[in-house]
């Protein structure tokens, strides 16, 4: 079956340092994931995606690596910043729904 | 910024009850999408609409629940008979299509409370 899972439901990490959150999956021919990010009443808000041709993308102080041969990826998050504080989901897009993990709280220590 | 609308922001409704949650998705989105979040917990695929039809739909959206495009831009989720363990955020989403690589729009979600 699907799923999608986080290594750890909590993580805190001083401001200005890197954050990285792991992820795990178990369907090999998932081919397409997603980062979301979740602030405290709000709903997920995209941050960056990656298809499984790739092993790496980088955004704006974001980057995702994807390692499908332990079925692994991670959202590494450069100079971590206050307003970076949220749950944070990994989740596979299929044809017509996104299966979304459990989430990581990230908190920051000033 | 287009956004995805849900009203209300809070609802609370008696065990028994039947309640409508309304979602007013981007205009030029054809995909449309509800998920639930129970308090603390990961968020859950519902049900995923297209072309007035339902395309697919979780374990959770049984008899109790169904969806509605009642006009052009109005997508409604209705829970009948409402249980205490229906108490949870619901949030709507859409994408300009479906597949790969595209992305889906979250509401702020509404908070249903079944008291």
């Known amino acids: 079956g699907e799923s999608v899972g986080l290594h750890l439901p909590t993580l805190s990490v001083q401001e200005g340092d890197n954050s990285i959150i792991n992820c795990a999956y178990s369907?090999?021919?998932?081919?397409?994931f997603i980062w979301y990010k979740q602030e405290s009443g709000k709903g997920p808000q995209f941050i960056i995606d990656?298809?499984?041709?790739?092993d790496k993308r980088q955004g704006q102080r974001v980057t995702v690596l994807l390692n499908k041969t332990v079925k692994h990826l991670s959202l590494q998050i450069a100079a971590t910043q206050p307003g970076d504080s949220a749950v944070y989901f990994c989740?596979?897009?299929?044809?017509?729904?996104?299966?979304f993990g459990s989430g990581t709280r990230l908190s920051i220590r000033p | 910024e287009p956004e995805v609308t849900q009203t209300p922001s809070h609802q609370v409704t008696q065990m028994g009850q039947e309640v409508i949650l309304r979602c007013v998705p981007i205009s030029n989105h054809l995909y449309f999408y509800w998920y639930r979040q129970i308090l603390g917990q990961k968020v859950e695929f519902l049900v995923s609409?297209?072309?007035?039809?339902?395309?697919?739909k979780s374990e959770i959206f049984d008899d109790q629940f169904s969806v509605e495009r009642p006009d052009g831009s109005n997508f409604t989720l209705k829970i009948r008979s409402t249980k205490l363990e229906d108490s949870a955020m619901y949030f709507c989403?859409?994408?300009?299509?479906?597949?790969?690589?595209?992305?889906?729009?979250f509401g702020q979600g509404t908070r249903l409370t079944v008291v």
């Open positions: 609409f297209y072309n007035n039809e339902i395309s697919e």
């Open positions: 990656i298809r499984s041709n790739m």
């Open positions: 989403a859409s994408s300009e299509r479906t597949g790969g690589e595209t992305e889906a729009f």
């Open positions: 369907n090999s021919a998932s081919d397409y």
């Open positions: 989740a596979e897009k299929s044809a017509s729904k996104i299966i």
